[in-house]
């Protein structure tokens, strides 16, 4: 059952405009996921609680986001909301209660551009509505030229790997479902993009998948390709960390070693691996004329 809250807040300011996402601000319809990915960061980091698939959904939202959206104008604080950084603006339950959809809507009356964060096709029912935005959205000074549109739709991936996928992102569309939806909207004229976060190590970060991925976002005609390494945290039953490595004991007991190594006891891997998968995936969408940031 879904479990509904007040929200105190809604948009929530950035102290400076992020580089990769280029959000200033984040706004979360819900709490939670039902897609359930085990490496979902909020389960056991600072930023969310042990979400599982426990969805709670901000029924107060829509008042809320009018007053923030109004006081921000008021204050000339224009500028992109990232829709979805800690929770899929998707999850199963919004078929049915539209709380995202009907925050689209404010969001197009109050004309603020956006950047949606997904893996769900449920995102094609809003087209209408993110239309309407591309039309009217003001984008801050600094980016109208940089930026056609007010809209960035991204789709995230850990692997392209169908079998993978089901098992680490049980409750999320397929990798193929997803690509297919992200066509759609780049056929439709949005500014789209993979995010490849996490990429998993010595699953899906091989020479061949990065390969494959950004040779994905060329066929499925994404402007961008961003990507991030795995993060592991917590140490309760229900945090990523514990959930990811009992994954790994079911089903790469070899591979538990080569994260210990790998990690060293922090919630990222080593440096040198970071370094070495941020040359792979330069050296690869390079040979390919994929970008690795939103705007040039
Ligand atoms: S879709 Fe995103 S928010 Fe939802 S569980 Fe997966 S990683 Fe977490």
Not at 2 to 20: Q, S, Y
Request: charged share 25%; with cysteine.
């Amino acid at each position: 059952m879904i479990n509904e809250i007040n929200a105190k807040t809604l948009l929530n300011k950035n102290k400076k405009r992020d580089d990769w996402f280029l959000g200033n601000y984040t706004l979360n319809p819900y709490g939670g996921c039902s897609m359930a990915c085990i490496y979902c960061y909020t389960n056991g980091s600072k930023y969310g609680g042990n979400y599982g698939v426990r969805v709670s959904a901000k029924i107060n939202a829509v008042p809320i986001l009018k007053k923030q959206l109004k006081n921000s104008i008021r204050r000339n604080e224009r500028g992109i909301i990232i829709l979805g950084s800690a929770a899929d603006p998707y999850p199963s339950v919004e078929k049915d209660l539209t709380l995202t959809r009907q925050i689209l809507g404010i969001i197009k009356r109050y004309k603020f551009p956006i950047h949606i964060l997904t893996k769900s096709e449920l995102i094609l029912r809003d087209m209408d509505i993110l239309n309407g935005i591309k039309e009217v959205a003001i984008l801050p000074d600094d980016l109208s030229d940089k930026l056609d549109n007010g809209v960035i739709i991204s789709f995230s991936f850990s692997t392209l790997d169908e079998k993978l996928s089901k098992i680490i992102e049980p409750g999320a569309p397929s990798p193929i479902e997803r690509l297919e939806t992200m066509k759609k909207y780049s056929d439709a004229g949005f500014k789209t993009g993979i995010i490849n976060m996490p990429t998993l190590p010595f699953l899906s970060d091989s020479e061949k998948e990065i390969e494959s991925m950004v040779k994905a976002s060329k066929k499925y005609r994404a402007h961008y390709v961003l990507y991030a390494g795995l993060t592991l945290y917590g140490d309760t039953p229900d945090d990523c960390k514990t959930v990811y490595y009992n994954f790994l004991e079911k089903n790469y007991p070899d591979l538990v070693p080569e994260y210990e190594k790998l990690f060293k006891g922090s919630n990222a891997p080593s440096k040198r691996y970071q370094n070495h998968l941020a040359i792979k995936y330069g050296e690869i969408s390079n040979k390919y004329g994929v970008k690795n940031n939103i705007i040039v």
